[in-house]
């Protein structure tokens, strides 16, 4: 049986080009609602064939949140409903349509945009943390690293959408590119934007306290801010009802000594990082997407 | 170029907390990346990256450039040599 870890989960939107193309199509004037009850019936499929998003997703609502067999196992579906929910929603984005994204905790993000020195901004697989670009706009370039392993429907769908904020899609190759092009946007006063919980390219993590033990966190993001001393904000998404997202801000190191070695505090930062990820996904459970044992 | 040889390599060890090597454990012309010489992964070009930028005011944002830079310690000498502002 083939083992899934974070270096060989990409997370890449499912269904093929047409199927894809046909949703961006279909979302122009279909009701979200009505999208998502035609995916109800359809998520118990899932849960049946794709046994190890199952056991994943079942084991994370058992012994992480501490639910019983029963519940978890309703859990599961609430959770796989959930992230057809967010696709769904990201198609109906990509197709023009538009979501009220409310938040407390704006000027955070806003105080470092108008800053002149470049920041970090880490999302997760929790929520809709694409979603986040639409609130968070800033006169700022923004460069933001995406899974080359997407298809050519939803990488077009992006830059088009990216295109109109000022954003640029920084795709990871096995040539170290998006390194240089990733470090010469902070350089240049930007917002560096990527996943803080994906293991991809360098296989160097920081295991960091999560749910109870440790997790395997990238250690690329944290050791980009660590070593230009920039500042980082953690982003997370979440969904509250059909056309209602509520987004999370917080900064990350902000109180660490700068006179501290840059891998010393780039550990902290991560373990800060997982910190704000668990009390998140303690309040949204079903909305944790990685469909893989974290922990491993 | 001897003595930027050595002040490079100690830079490397230090940057990337490689506590348990000498300057005299790294050939100089070794190559960094791969599983001979230092097997550096791209993390560890991240921080040659700024290295470079910080210490001598180099900024490399050519991919191919960064590539053939970080050869080896030998041929960063010798590109920092070149180019450095300070």
């Known amino acids: 049986m083939t083992q899934y870890d974070h270096s060989k989960w990409h997370g890449s939107t499912g269904g093929t080009t047409w199927m894809q193309r046909a949703m961006l199509k279909l979302f122009r004037f279909l009701p979200l609602p009505l999208a998502y009850a035609c995916m109800a019936p359809v998520i118990p499929f899932y849960m049946l064939f794709d046994r190890r998003g199952y056991k994943a997703s079942y084991n994370f609502f058992r012994h992480r949140i ?97 295109a109109r904020m000022n954003v640029e899609m920084v795709p990871v190759s096995d040539d170290m590119s998006h390194l240089f092009t990733l470090n010469a946007i902070l350089s240049e006063g930007g917002i560096v934007s990527m996943p803080g919980d994906r293991v991809f390219g360098s296989q160097k993590t920081f295991s960091c306290p999560f749910f109870g033990d440790p997790a395997p966190f990238p250690a690329g993001p944290f050791i980009l801010a660590a070593q230009r001393s920039v500042a980082m904000v953690a982003v997370f998404v979440m969904k509250e009802s059909v056309r209602r997202y509520t987004v999370f801000v917080r900064q990350i190191g902000e109180k660490l000594d700068e006179a501290l070695p840059a891998r010393v505090r780039a550990e ?29 | 170029m001897k003595e930027l040889i050595e002040e490079i390599k100690a830079q490397i060890i230090s940057a990337l907390n490689l506590e348990e090597m000498t300057p005299a454990d790294i050939d100089d012309n070794a190559p960094l990346f791969g599983d001979e010489g230092l097997g550096l992964d791209s993390i560890d070009v991240l921080e040659l990256i700024v290295l470079m930028e910080k210490n001598y005011g180099i900024k490399l944002s050519n991919p191919a450039e960064g590539k053939a830079v970080f050869q080896s310690v030998a041929v960063m000498a010798d590109y920092v040599s070149k180019h450095r502002t300070k």
Request: charged residues 20%; aromatic residues 16%.
């Open chain 1, 66 to 162: 501490g639910r019983g067999p029963l519940a978890s196992f309703f859990s599961v579906y609430a959770n796989e409903f959930r992230m057809g929910q967010v696709v769904v929603d990201r198609f109906a984005l990509y197709a023009g349509r538009s979501f009220d994204l409310q938040s407390d905790e704006m000027p955070v993000f806003t105080r470092l945009a108008e800053a002149e020195p470049g920041f970090m901004q880490l999302g997760s697989h929790a929520g809709n943390f694409e979603i986040a670009g639409y609130l968070l706009r800033s006169v700022k370039k923004m460069g933001t690293l995406v899974f080359s392993g997407e298809t050519d429907t939803v990488m077009q769908q992006r830059a088009a959408m990216f």
């Open chain 1, 268 to 296: 902290a930062m991560a373990k800060e990082f997982a910190t704000c990820l668990e009390s998140v996904v303690r309040k949204y459970p079903t909305q944790w997407f990685n469909f893989y044992d974290f922990w491993k």
